[in-house]
Nanobody, 114 residues
C-alpha cells in the first residue's frame, strides 16, 4: 500500500486547508483510514479516523473544526480543516492498517501563522 498526502502549506490563523491522501496498492474501500500529525518535538497524535462504513472520530483538539471524508471511487482520503490555529502546525500523515500492517504516507506540512 502506498499513501501520498498533499495539500499542506502556510496559512494564517482562522484559515482553512484541505488535505488529500491518495492511496494505491490495496483495496481502499476495505481500509479504515486515519490522519495523524506530529508537531516539532511532540509525539505523533491521532487527528481523525474514518471507517470503511464512514464512521468518524476526531481528537478533541480538532473536533468541530475538521471533517474527515473519503472517496472510495478515487481511493482518496480527505481532511478539511477550518479555523486553523497555530497549535495545528505539524506534519500531517495519512495512515492505514491493512492486513495487520501499518502503512504511512510521507506527510504534508501544515504551518499556521498567528
Amino acid at each position: 500500500v502506498q499513501l501520498q498526502a498533499s495539500g499542506g502549506g502556510l496559512v494564517q490563523a482562522g484559515g482553512s486547508l484541505r488535505l488529500s491522501c491518495a492511496a494505491s496498492g490495496g483495496i481502499f474501500r476495505i481500509q479504515d483510514m486515519d490522519w495523524y500529525r506530529q508537531a516539532p518535538e511532540k509525539q505523533r497524535e491521532l487527528v481523525a479516523s474514518i471507517s470503511t462504513g464512514g464512521r468518524t472520530n476526531y481528537a478533541d483538539s480538532v473536533k468541530g473544526r475538521s471533517t474527515i471524508s473519503r472517496d472510495n471511487a478515487k481511493a482518496t482520503l480527505y481532511l478539511q480543516m477550518n479555523d486553523l490555529k497555530p497549535g495545528d502546525t505539524a506534519v500531517y500523515y495519512c495512515h492505514t492498517n491493512y492486513f495487520r500492517r501499518d502503512f504511512w504516507g510521507p506527510g504534508t506540512l501544515v504551518t499556521v501563522s498567528s
